[in-house]
């Protein structure tokens, strides 16, 4: 069956010449980096090379990078490391919208004695930032706002905010998961302290990330164990697939303007071509400032399950915009938030491309899913034409 995949915000397909860097790392350089001899320098050059080459991605130095396992921890261990610099200060400010890898952490930790400030967002998912301004105090210790939005696709004025925050002295973080590969990120231009990012989101494999920290903070480990990454995290590197990200972001880097309106282009003709087709959907999100490869569409009265399924009979695979929570369908935090209605918020598919997609791929889309809504709706107790 053919396979039409625009689920790349939940993950991407490994590229080939970033597999093809990693081999030798598994028969070639399996030396642990700690190690005296010849082997473990020979890894130890690699670890070098990758890290530079993240920076390379960030405009940022190379002993900035600290790898991780993923995204998840990049998150965990900044805002902890964040809260352990200022014992005293029991505030978080973050945003309604944010992953689970932040907004799951910082209710833990709300738990845990601290407060967070959870940031409204406006219908279009955009921050508030009368609220934002007015959430800073001198008991806060860690900003951490999301850079883009893995539903929505809405960028954030990550300068602004990041520049905001510094001038109260306040540590800023930014989950930039969604962002780095797809939009430029400068740490020389942007004064964030820490930022996150996720190899599988930018196709190298899943299960390696990096955080990226400011030279001068001081960072206390979340992983505690050897003197691995310059003392900041313990436990062997996982040389694989840290060379593995060190390539995928050099890719991205050196493609990322012409991809940029390529993928655009994709992505907006199937908007288009969709709404023209299907009555009553609408794009969600901040249209003016979105990633380019993100779109999400509510199609009214019928379920995003159902949707989904039905693509997949034709190989198309995409994402709903609900999350199957204790049995009952709840439409995600993030269109909640936004205040989409529940009638649309159930309809609601994300489509994610990447430079795999082609023309082919959206004409498909194009062709079978205004049949598929027909067919939901006119199963659906709930749908009249008007
Ligand atoms: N942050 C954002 C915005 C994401 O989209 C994701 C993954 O979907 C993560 C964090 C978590 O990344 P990982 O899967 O590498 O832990």
């Known amino acids: 069956m053919k396979t039409v995949y625009v689920d790349n915000n939940a993950t991407t397909r490994v590229d080939e010449q970033v597999i093809a860097d990693m081999l030798p790392c598994f028969t070639e350089f399996y030396g642990n980096p700690s190690s005296m001899h010849h082997k473990g ?15 390379k991605i960030l405009n940022a130095e190379a002993d900035e990078i600290l790898f991780t396992s993923c995204g998840t ?16 200060k029991k505030h978080i400010v973050t945003t309604m919208v944010e992953h689970p890898a932040v907004k799951s952490l910082c209710e833990s930790l709300d738990k845990e004695g601290y407060r967070t400030t959870y940031l409204p967002v406006d219908s279009k998912g955009r921050l508030n930032m009368a609220a934002f301004e007015a959430s ?28 905001r925050v510094k001038e109260k002295g306040i540590l800023f973080h ?10 430029p990120v400068d740490a020389r231009d942007i004064p ?73 282009k994709l992505r907006d003709r199937l908007e288009t071509e969709l709404l023209a087709r299907i009555p009553k959907s609408f794009v969600n999100g901040d ?18 399950e159902a949707i989904l399924l039905m693509m997949n009979e034709f190989g ?25 209605p529940f009638t649309a918020a ?8 990447c430079r795999y997609n082609t023309e082919d791929d959206v004409d498909f889309i194009i062709e079978k899913l205004p049949g598929v809504i027909k067919r939901l709706r006119d199963m659906s107790p709930f749908w009249k034409e008007d």
Not at 248 to 253: G, T, V
Request: charged share 20%; net charge positive; hydrophobic share 40%.
């Open 287 to 304: 249209l003016d400032n979105r990633l380019p490869n993100t779109s999400s569409i509510s199609f009214e009265f019928i379920e995003g």
């Open 192 to 264: 964030f302290d820490m930022l996150s990012l996720s190899g599988h989101k930018l196709h190298a494999p899943k299960g390696v990330g990096a955080l990226y920290i400011r030279s001068g903070f001081k960072f206390a480990p979340y992983l505690i164990g050897g003197h691995q990454e310059h003392g900041k995290r313990g436990g062997t590197e996982n040389i694989a697939s840290i060379v593995a990200l060190g390539k995928a972001c050099e890719i991205a880097m050196n493609h990322i303007d012409e991809e940029n309106v390529r993928v655009k």
């Open 136 to 163: 800073l105090t001198p008991d806060t210790a860690i900003v951490s706002i999301m850079w883009a939005n893995n539903e929505t696709g809405t960028v954030f004025p990550i300068r602004d905010i990041a520049r």
């Open 316 to 340: 198309i695979c995409a994402s709903s915009g609900s999350a199957c929570t204790s049995g009952s369908l709840e439409p995600s935090h993030v269109l909640r938030a936004m205040g989409v």
């Open 346 to 353: 159930h309809g609601t598919i994300r489509f994610s491309l």
């Open 73 to 88: 921890e990049s998150n965990n261990s900044a805002i902890r490391a964040a809260l352990k610099a200022n014992p005293y």
């Open 174 to 183: 930014t989950d930039a998961v969604q962002a780095v590969g797809k939009i």
């Open 41 to 55: 320098a020979e890894s130890g050059h690699v670890l070098k090379l990758a890290r530079q080459r993240v920076a």
